[in-house]
Antibody, heavy 117, light 107 residues
Framework: EVQLLESGGGLVQPGGSLRLSCAAS????????MSWVRQAPGKGLEWVSG????????YYADSVKGRFTISRDNSKNTLYLQMNSLRAEDTAVYFC??????????WGQGTLVTVSS | EIVLTQSPATLSLSPGERATLSCRAS??????LAWYQQKPGQSPRLLFF???NRATGIPARFSVSGSGTDFTLTISSLEPEDFAVYYC?????????FGGGTKVEIK
């Protein structure tokens, strides 16, 4: 089954760090670019970061540039998002996604990150 | 960055009526546009991708048109379960972006 499964969300204090993981299955992970998308409570969808299939090039939204780092381990079929210097406005459900499958975009179920003291 | 502008922000309609949602891109996204439906507390549900490819299980009352910079999602006759927020999203180049959403609410 084609699937993405996020983990690593939770409650963190402002200024803290958290690392999200996304385990991919059912497709050749190393072939595809991947992305992270988030949705703050009551807000719309926001693309956060992307990475090419080899990991050689990364992209970030201005809102997270310099604080978040996307990476991948193709040997483990896993995507990561290292989030540092977290702020209250980073509170959101974080989704990993593959937007390049021939069968259409694939999303995970999301993991909630809450930044609060 | 390609900006996707969805209009209207809110659409107030009755069941059985026709809904027409617009997504306009600040520059061409070719056919690399997707549409999603989202209900409260749920993850986005894919409706269409690459402009016109219908996702699995999407009813025929949903249709799309457009390419380049102007796209339209039409719901021919609203069912109660169609009242939700709809988003467009492109994958034409980096950064990917989403539209701000159109809320289809019961009048």
């Amino acid at each position: 089954e084609v699937q993405l499964l996020e983990s690593g969300g939770g409650l963190v204090q402002p200024g803290g760090s958290l690392r999200l993981s996304c385990a991919a299955s059912g497709f050749t992970f190393s072939t595809y670019a991947m992305s992270w998308v988030r949705q703050a409570p009551g807000k719309g969808l926001e693309w956060v970061s992307g990475i090419t299939n080899t990991g050689g090039t990364t992209y970030y939204a201005d809102s997270v540039k310099g604080r978040f780092t996307i990476s991948r381990d193709n040997s483990k079929n896993t995507l990561y998002l290292q989030m540092n210097s977290l702020r209250a406005e980073d509170t959101a459900v974080y989704f990993c996604a593959n937007f390049w499958l021939v069968t259409g975009p694939l999303w995970g179920q999301g993991t909630l990150v809450t930044v609060s003291s | 960055e390609i900006v996707l502008t969805q209009s209207p922000a809110t659409l107030s309609l009755s069941p059985g009526e026709r809904a027409t949602l617009s997504c306009r891109a600040s520059q061409s996204v070719s056919r690399y546009l997707a549409w999603y439906q989202q209900k409260p507390g749920q993850s986005p549900r894919l409706l269409f991708f690459d402009a016109s490819n219908r996702a699995t299980g999407i009813p025929a009352r949903f249709s799309v048109s457009g390419s380049g910079t102007d796209f339209t999602l039409t719901i021919s006759s609203l069912e109660p379960e169609d009242f939700a927020v709809y988003y467009c999203q492109h994958r034409s180049n980096w950064p990917l972006t989403f539209g701000g959403g159109t809320k289809v609410e019961i009048k």
